[in-house]
């Protein structure tokens, strides 16, 4: 049995864009996974608004090497696939998604990443960053097929949104962020207390938004990044490596 203590290196992964179909079109995707045989949890690793860049390559590498199946989409694939350091034109480009076929993309991505043999098709959980926290919510209030999710620094989605969540959620926040409002993290809490919610909100003191991305170095908080993807780890662990055996052949 392969030991998810073992962490991998770069020489025991498989990366590789992929293409997935949503209604007759084809969208891009970034898939990593480890090479050695076997079945895997599958993660769902959703962009900022900068596009699918060498940073949330990294993310899913990283997440690769603990033994994940990892796909990110290009949320951008309709538009492109833009990748900019521009933020007025990020932004631009945010703005022209459509929600809900951005959601139905992401949902194609979910059963796409379940039909892979390597991938258990019941262990599957979402990650995002920014926008990406913001559908990896939303995504997780509206699927059936997510096992839990980790939204950083994402929009918080209504109240009725909410009471649909029905799998663990971390959701990580900085208590500096500039984009998410401090009253909206607490509307979060309040709303899963009240529905009794299995979700946690852990805030970082001093951190700005997007403190996690440590290719900006302007937002980048070591400390915070540190804690918050031990905490990350953890809870996938939990949620979604119970009772998964990842067998040689």
Not at 66 to 77: K, N, Q, R
């Amino acid at each position: 049995m392969i030991m998810a203590t073992q962490i991998l290196t770069d020489d025991d992964l498989n990366s590789s864009m992929v293409e997935y179909p949503v209604e007759g079109t084809l969208l891009s995707a970034f898939l990593c996974r480890p090479k050695r045989a076997g079945r895997y949890p599958g993660l769902i690793l959703i962009q900022e608004w900068w596009g699918l860049n060498d940073h949330i390559k990294e993310i899913a590498q990283r997440l690769a090497k603990e033994h994940f199946v990892v796909l990110a989409p290009d949320l951008y694939s309709r538009l492109g696939h833009v990748v900019t350091q521009n933020g007025a034109e990020a932004a631009k480009l945010s703005n022209a998604l459509d929600p809900v076929k951005t959601l139905a993309d992401l949902t194609a991505a979910v059963r796409y990443l379940q039909r892979l043999p390597e991938a258990d098709p019941a262990k599957i959980g979402v990650i995002g960053f920014c926008i990406g926290g913001s559908f990896a919510l939303q995504l997780a209030c509206r699927s059936g097929e997510i096992r839990c999710v980790v939204p950083f620094y994402g929009e918080i989605p209504t109240n009725e949104e909410i009471e649909k969540l029905a799998v663990p959620m971390l959701y990580i926040y900085g208590e500096e962020d500039g984009w998410i409002r401090k009253e909206e993290v607490q509307r979060l809490k309040e709303t899963l207390k009240r529905f009794k919610k299995p979700g946690e909100v852990k805030t970082y003191a001093g951190a700005p938004h997007a403190f996690f991305n440590d290719s900006r170095r302007e937002v980048y908080n070591p400390k915070a990044a540190k804690d918050a993807w031990k905490r990350t780890l953890a809870f996938f662990e939990k949620h979604l490596r119970s009772s998964l055996k990842e067998e040689s052949p």
